[in-house]
């Protein structure tokens, strides 16, 4: 479809993996990935509206940060929940 749409006028853009978003050339060159405080991976917006560059949204949760309260809504125990946990299941 690249191929295809590249030399129309017109506006598209191609659907990314989360790998393929990591290692696009264009989100390098805009400075779209930043590492969080875990050490987390992420791929800001493609638009900005400051010259700062990208931020982790403070307000998104952690890897995990909620794993054992949706196992348990799920319907396991809390000791079921725990030893997922504890073998880093979730």
């Not at 990935?33 to 560059?53: L, Q, S």
């Amino acid at each position: 479809w690249e191929a295809f749409l590249a030399p129309v006028d017109c506006c598209w853009a191609a659907v990314r993996n989360l790998k393929e978003a990591f290692d696009d050339p264009f989100t390098a060159e805009r400075g779209m990935v930043f590492t969080d405080a875990d050490g987390n991976r992420h791929v800001g917006p493609p638009i900005r509206f400051a010259k700062e560059p990208p931020q982790p949204n403070p307000k998104l949760a952690s890897f995990g940060e909620h794993s054992v309260e949706i196992a348990r809504e799920a319907g396991l125990s809390a000791e079921e929940a725990a030893a997922l946990k504890a073998r880093g299941v979730i």
